[in-house]
């Protein structure tokens, strides 16, 4: 199994990005997907979620508007477009599976949002 994210970068507040994970290892076609980040002395959260057809798509409230989950099953990727982006979204971006597999993590892609 293995996660490689990449799309980060540093950008000032209002602009965007438009995060890739790359999954292999697993039939990712039958697998629901989910971004997580992470914050400096923070515990990591849930950011989105995705059905393994895209046909259900869920977003918490901090990035609820803002974000948005798709996936491209041909080619193993799961997005993450963010949009209006704030000083608090600043964090290492992962992605996994649904369930968890809590032994395999990327190297995550770091976005910083700063003025």
């Known amino acids: 199994v293995q996660f490689v994210e990449s799309g980060g970068g540093l950008v000032q507040p209002g602009e965007s990005l438009r995060l890739a994970c790359v999954a292999s290892?697993?039939?990712?076609?039958?697998?629901?997907m989910r971004w997580y980040r992470q914050a400096p002395g923070k515990e990591r959260e849930l950011v989105a979620s995705i059905t393994n057809t895209a046909g259900s798509t869920y977003c918490a409230d901090s990035v609820k508007g803002r974000f948005t989950i798709s996936r491209d099953n041909a080619k193993n990727t799961v997005y993450l477009q963010m949009n209006s982006l704030k000083p608090e979204d600043t964090a290492v971006y992962y992605c996994?599976?649904?369930?968890?597999?809590?032994?395999?993590w990327g190297q995550g892609t770091q976005v910083t949002v700063s003025s």
């Open positions: 290892g697993f039939t990712f076609s039958e697998t629901h």
């Open positions: 996994n599976t649904i369930p968890l597999r809590d032994n395999y």
